[in-house]
């Protein structure tokens, strides 16, 4: 985990040097711990953080600014004023009468597009408004970008390989996931340079190897993808309707829509799962923030000594006592000023009041994103798997259970973004020959059935709703 760097409000940054030192440090470790020698790895799968990105130099390598993460919120004014903007009110008309004319889908995300300052879109063009290097460089085409995949693909192959593949390029916002280019309409909207970006490959591809140098001897790199498509492939959803359900840092829904690609509506968007040969799969997503990060500050401010305390501290009390936790240490797609709050506090109120209030703020709120999926997504759901470090809470598994209404499996390895993208550089080197081989080595460990009605929960949910509402545009 690289620790992030806050150089201003709002500002959320990696260290490039930090965060390359890291990643060869982990493997290295991981290599050694396993009891292997580096000569014994036959590929190497890398599945990274989305949306978080740099540019470089094309011709020295460096870099014009540290990592600027998908948390940054430097933006937050350029997307306000986007989305308040007579430009984009006239976008909107435009795509929703073409939409209504041809009925092709890829004319109705348009129609109701919003910015964000999650997308990388709108941190890209500030990067070429404020770094100035940066846009004289991209003049004159020495400008590379690059999520983390691309960075650490151009170090371990020592600049001669600049590449991504179409899980990350799809979740950057600015890669067209219908017609499977950089969308050159956006970033003529944007100011951003076409020059800048790197090539696409497939997830499961030889994208070269890396340098002798760095590990002793050359390992081919077999696999990139991007974390939450690599967890998808990981919990093997292969088929349309699996539904994946990540809770780490943050929170992420996704639905296997197989071939067909749902155009983004309110809280979903369409992304490219994985690309395997002539292989294509579609997901839709739903994601929510501050699932792990408002866990962690839990425990930093020392409401807790260890996370496995959570369960026993939120199951000892029978409910918050009306206490509801409003998440908002990190960015909201429709408000980026919104935050965290407890609400309903009372000098009864203890600890463990106070650690069920933010699980239950977990479980709530996926109850939210599975509505909107069961409403929006025209295929009938399948398995439900969850996955994550927050996935080992049973108390968040059980109610999530109870107010969706479905069983849900808990793999074995709660860290599915490390396993898929084994899979994916497996299946590439031809150590597995098929799909069906990994389904084998699924490993279920608990499998939470609804055990209570929502009705139940109604009273809470609904306080809780009321808790949302009160917090907003603070």
Same mark, same amino acid.
């Given at each position: 985990?690289?620790?992030?760097?806050?150089?201003?409000?709002?500002?959320?940054?990696? $260290? %490039?040097?930090?965060?390359?030192? *890291?990643?060869?440090?982990?493997?290295?470790?991981?290599?050694?711990?396993?009891?292997?020698?580096?000569?014994?790895?036959?590929?190497?799968?890398?599945?990274?953080?989305?949306?978080?990105?740099?540019?470089?130099?094309?011709?020295?390598?460096?870099?014009?600014?540290?990592?600027?993460?998908?948390?940054?919120?430097?933006?937050?004014?350029?997307?306000?004023?986007?989305?308040? +903007? #007579? #430009?984009?009110?006239?976008?909107?008309?435009? &795509?929703?009468?073409?939409? !209504?004319?041809?009925?092709?889908?890829?004319?109705?995300?348009?129609?109701?597009?919003? !910015?964000?300052?999650?997308?990388?879109?709108?941190?890209?063009?500030?990067?070429?408004?404020?770094?100035? /290097?940066?846009?004289?460089?991209?003049?004159?085409? @020495?400008?590379?970008?690059?999520?983390?995949?691309?960075?650490?693909?151009?170090?371990?192959?020592?600049?001669?390989?600049?590449?991504?593949?179409?899980?990350?390029?799809?979740?950057?916002?600015?890669?067209?996931? !219908?017609?499977?280019?950089? @969308?050159?309409?956006?970033?003529?909207?944007?100011?951003?340079?076409?020059?800048?970006?790197? %090539?696409?490959?497939?997830? +499961?591809?030889?994208?070269?190897?890396?340098? +002798?140098?760095?590990?002793?001897?050359?390992?081919?790199?077999?696999?990139?993808?991007?974390?939450?498509?690599?967890?998808m492939f990981g919990e093997c959803c292969f088929h349309p309707g699996d539904v994946k359900l990540t809770m780490g840092t943050g929170g992420f829904w996704n639905v296997n829509t197989g071939?067909?690609?749902?155009?983004?509506?309110?809280?979903?968007?369409? #992304?490219?799962?994985?690309?395997?040969?002539?292989?294509?799969?579609?997901?839709?997503?739903?994601?929510?923030?501050?699932?792990?990060?408002?866990?962690?500050?839990?425990?930093?401010?020392? #409401?807790?000594? =260890?996370?496995?305390?959570? /369960?026993?501290?939120?199951? +000892?009390?029978?409910?918050?006592?009306?206490?509801?936790?409003?998440?908002?240490? *990190?960015?909201?797609?429709?408000?980026?000023?919104?935050?965290?709050?407890?609400?309903?506090?009372?000098?009864?109120?203890?600890?463990?009041?106070?650690?069920?209030?933010?699980?239950?703020?977990?479980?709530?709120?996926?109850?939210?994103?599975?509505?909107?999926?069961?409403?929006?997504?025209?295929? %009938?759901?399948?398995?439900?798997?969850?996955?994550?470090?927050?996935? =080992? @809470?049973?108390?968040?598994?059980?109610?999530?259970?109870?107010?969706?209404?479905?069983?849900?499996?808990?793999?074995?390895?709660?860290?599915?973004?490390?396993?898929?993208?084994? &899979?994916?550089?497996?299946?590439?080197?031809?150590?597995?020959?098929?799909? /069906?081989?990994?389904?084998?080595?699924?490993?279920?460990?608990?499998?939470?059935?609804? *055990?209570? $009605?929502?009705?139940?929960?109604?009273?809470?949910? $609904?306080?809780?709703?009321?808790?949302?509402?009160?917090?907003?545009?603070?």
């Amino acid at each position: 985990q690289v620790e992030s760097l806050y150089p201003r409000p709002g500002w959320v940054e990696l $260290d %490039p040097e930090v965060l390359w030192s *890291q990643f060869v440090g982990v493997i290295k470790e991981a290599v050694q711990a396993a009891g292997l020698h580096m000569r014994q790895i036959a590929g190497l799968g890398i599945s990274t953080q989305r949306a978080t990105f740099i540019t470089w130099h094309k011709r020295t390598g460096k870099p014009f600014h540290n990592f600027i993460s998908w948390q940054d919120l430097r933006s937050a004014e350029l997307v306000n004023s986007w989305n308040k +903007s #007579l #430009l984009l009110k006239v976008i909107h008309v435009i &795509f929703t009468v073409l939409h !209504f004319l041809t009925g092709n889908d890829r004319y109705l995300a348009p129609s109701f597009l919003t !910015f964000s300052t999650q997308q990388t879109s709108m941190k890209l063009s500030w990067v070429f408004k404020n770094i100035y /290097e940066a846009e004289e460089a991209a003049k004159k085409n @020495n400008c590379c970008f690059g999520t983390v995949d691309t960075w650490l693909l151009y170090r371990l192959t020592k600049g001669s390989v600049y590449a991504t593949d179409y899980s990350n390029a799809s979740a950057t916002g600015v890669f067209e996931p !219908f017609t499977k280019c950089w @969308n050159p309409t956006l970033c003529y909207l944007l100011s951003i340079p076409m020059s800048i970006y790197p %090539p696409v490959k497939d997830t +499961s591809f030889n994208f070269g190897s890396a340098d +002798s140098e760095i590990f002793g001897v050359s390992i081919p790199i077999m696999a990139v993808v991007a974390d939450q498509q690599s967890a998808m492939f990981g919990e093997c959803c292969f088929h349309p309707g699996d539904v994946k359900l990540t809770m780490g840092t943050g929170g992420f829904w996704n639905v296997n829509t197989g071939e067909h690609l749902f155009a983004s509506q309110g809280s979903l968007y369409p #992304l490219i799962g994985w690309k395997i040969g002539e292989e294509v799969v579609y997901l839709t997503e739903g994601c929510m923030s501050d699932i792990g990060t408002a866990i962690k500050w839990a425990q930093d401010i020392n #409401l807790f000594t =260890n996370v496995d305390e959570t /369960e026993r501290m939120a199951r +000892s009390i029978v409910d918050s006592q009306g206490v509801c936790f409003v998440p908002g240490f *990190q960015v909201s797609v429709n408000d980026p000023y919104l935050s965290a709050s407890f609400m309903g506090l009372k000098p009864s109120t203890t600890r463990n009041h106070l650690v069920r209030a933010i699980l239950e703020s977990v479980a709530f709120r996926n109850k939210q994103l599975y509505d909107i999926i069961v409403k929006k997504v025209r295929i %009938p759901l399948q398995t439900i798997r969850a996955d994550g470090g927050v996935s =080992n @809470n049973s108390f968040v598994m059980q109610m999530t259970s109870d107010l969706i209404n479905k069983q849900i499996e808990k793999p074995a390895n709660a860290d599915m973004s490390s396993l898929g993208a084994a &899979f994916l550089a497996g299946l590439a080197s031809g150590f597995w020959t098929d799909k /069906e081989q990994l389904k084998k080595l699924r490993r279920i460990e608990a499998v939470f059935e609804p *055990q209570k $009605d929502l009705e139940e929960y109604k009273p809470a949910m $609904d306080t809780w709703l009321q808790a949302m509402k009160c917090s907003l545009h603070w």
